[in-house]
């Protein structure tokens, strides 16, 4: 059975720019949520969706949004990047609410 | 102060010992979750709780709601287990709005 998959592993872009970062859930899994990992943060919720649905939210700007499809892929996007924005970021599906979270290897983005 | 405190932050072991990290919580949840993460950032879920106490294998996990503490114990540690281990609650009752605590880096010694 496959793992999340996320694409593209690395990424490197300049202040301004926008991203669109991919990830394709387990299959079956209808959540798909997503997570900002830096050194001085640490791991922040971003935001959830279920079933193409935004359930949930995190602290972020505007900036940062997201959708997901029918298929329960989903994708992230963040406009106008800031030298801040530089991350790993952090996909995870589940089945349903009350079950495990499976993570992807992470996208890595780099703001120059 | 943060509404997940992981104690200790840092922690070295040597092979064989029994290891004990701590979480503890400021806000109601619904659930909780011990992941580990290994050096190049996969994050592995070991553990979701509500209540009780969860095994596997040399892993437990358990949870006091009415203390808002939670703790996982490493029996037999190895080497392998050397990564960070992180605690990360539902907050407010949400299913979906995780609050990660700031992890424990564990290093076990041959």
């Known amino acids: 059975k496959a793992g999340v998959t996320q694409t593209p592993r690395y990424l490197i872009k300049t202040r301004g720019q926008q991203v669109t970062l991919s990830c394709s859930p387990i299959?079956?899994?209808?959540?798909v949520s997503w997570y900002q990992q830096t050194p001085g943060q640490g791991l922040q919720f971003l935001f959830e969706?279920?079933?193409?649905?935004?359930?949930n939210k995190g602290n972020f700007p505007g900036r940062f949004s997201g959708r997901q499809f029918s298929n329960s892929r989903s994708e992230m996007n963040v406009s106008t990047l800031e030298l801040g924005d530089s991350a790993l970021y952090l996909c995870?599906?589940?089945?349903?609410?009350?079950?495990?979270?499976?993570f992807g290897s992470g996208t890595q983005l780099s703001v120059l | 102060k943060n509404e997940v405190e992981q104690s200790p932050q840092n922690l070295t072991a040597q092979e064989g010992e029994f290891i004990t990290i701590n979480c503890s919580y400021s806000v109601g949840i619904s659930a909780l979750h011990w992941l580990q993460q290994h050096p190049g950032g996969g994050i592995v879920s070991l553990f979701m709780l509500s209540s009780g106490k969860k095994k596997h294998g040399r892993l437990i996990a358990t949870i006091n709601i009415q203390e808002k503490h939670s703790s996982l114990h490493i029996t037999a540690s190895h080497p392998r287990d050397s990564a960070v281990y992180i605690c990360?609650?539902?907050?407010?009752?949400?299913?979906?709005?995780?609050?990660f605590g700031k992890g424990t880096k564990l290093s076990v010694k041959p």
């Open positions: 969706y279920f079933s193409e649905t935004q359930r």
């Open positions: 990360a609650v539902y907050g407010g009752g949400s299913q979906g709005n995780l609050i």
């Open positions: 995870a599906s589940r089945r349903g609410f009350d079950e495990k979270l499976f």
């Open positions: 299959s079956g899994h209808r959540s």
